[in-house]
C-alpha cells in the first residue's frame, strides 16, 4: 500500500459493541432461527413502532402504511434464517424495510400518483397549536423527501432520521460505501433546495 493510501479501518469507523437492548433482540433472533413463533411475536412488539416510523418518513401513505409493515414483518420472517449475527439486526432489519420502501416507491412513482397525507405519527402533545405546527412541518419535510429519487430518499431518511452512519446505511443496502456518501451529499443538497421552494426562504 502506498504512503498516501488510507486504509480501510480508518475510513469507515468501528462499530460500538452492541447494546443491551440490541443484545435482547440477537437472542430473540436465534429462538426465531429455532422456529419459536412466540420469539417471533416479542420481535415484532419491540420493533413494529421503530419500523412504522420509518416506513413513515420513507413512503409517507397513510392508506399504504400498515400493510407495508405487515409486509416488512413477512418478509423478515423469510430473512431471519440468513441472518448469522455478522452485523446488528438493527441493521439487518432496517435493510428489509429499505427493500419494501424502495418497491413501493418506485410503484407508486411509475403511477405518478399524488402525495398523500403524511402518516399520523404519535404525539404525545396536547397543546392543539403545536400538533397543528408539527403537522405541517411533517407535510413539508415529506413534500421535500417526495422531490429526491427512491434511493437517495432512503439513504437521507436513515442517516438524518433514524441516526444511522453511512457504514451502517451501506450494510443495511447492500451499497457501496462511497456510493451511499454521495447519495448522502446530493440528498442533502436537494432537501435544502427544495424546503427552501416550499417555505419561500431566500438562498
Given at each position: 500500500m502506498s504512503a498516501g493510501a488510507l486504509s480501510l479501518q480508518r475510513v469507515i469507523p468501528?462499530?460500538?459493541?452492541?447494546?443491551?437492548?440490541?443484545?435482547?433482540?440477537?437472542?430473540?433472533?436465534?429462538r426465531v432461527q429455532q422456529d419459536d413463533l412466540t420469539a417471533f411475536e416479542e420481535l415484532y412488539r419491540l420493533t413494529r413502532d421503530e419500523v412504522a416510523r420509518t416506513l413513515c418518513h420513507l413512503v409517507g401513505r397513510r392508506s399504504d402504511l400498515e400493510d407495508l409493515i405487515q409486509e416488512t414483518y413477512l418478509r423478515l420472517l423469510k430473512a431471519v434464517p440468513r441472518y448469522k449475527g455478522q452485523s446488528r439486526f438493527r441493521t439487518f432489519l432496517y435493510g428489509v424495510t429499505a427493500n419494501v420502501a424502495l418497491?413501493?416507491?418506485?410503484?407508486?412513482?411509475?403511477?405518478?400518483?399524488?402525495l398523500g397525507d403524511v402518516p399520523d405519527c404519535a404525539s404525545e402533545g396536547r397543546d392543539p397549536e403545536a400538533?397543528?405546527?408539527?403537522?405541517?412541518?411533517?407535510?413539508?419535510?415529506?413534500?421535500?423527501?417526495?422531490?429526491?429519487?427512491?434511493?437517495?430518499?432512503?439513504?437521507?431518511?436513515?442517516?438524518?432520521?433514524?441516526?444511522?452512519?453511512?457504514?451502517?446505511?451501506?450494510?443495511?443496502?447492500?451499497?457501496?460505501?462511497?456510493?451511499?456518501?454521495?447519495?448522502l451529499h446530493h440528498a442533502r443538497m436537494e432537501f435544502t433546495a427544495a424546503m427552501r421552494g416550499l417555505t419561500g426562504a431566500q438562498s
Open positions: 468501528t462499530p460500538a459493541p452492541p447494546t443491551a437492548a440490541e443484545l435482547k433482540l440477537m437472542r430473540l433472533v436465534e418497491m413501493h416507491l418506485r410503484w407508486w412513482r411509475r403511477r405518478r400518483e399524488d400538533v397543528a405546527q408539527a403537522a405541517e412541518a411533517a407535510r413539508l419535510v415529506q413534500r421535500a423527501l417526495a422531490t429526491m429519487s427512491a434511493k437517495k430518499r432512503i439513504v437521507f431518511v436513515y442517516h438524518e432520521l433514524c441516526d444511522m452512519g453511512p457504514e451502517e446505511i451501506a450494510e443495511a443496502t447492500d451499497t457501496p460505501y462511497n456510493t451511499v456518501r454521495s447519495r
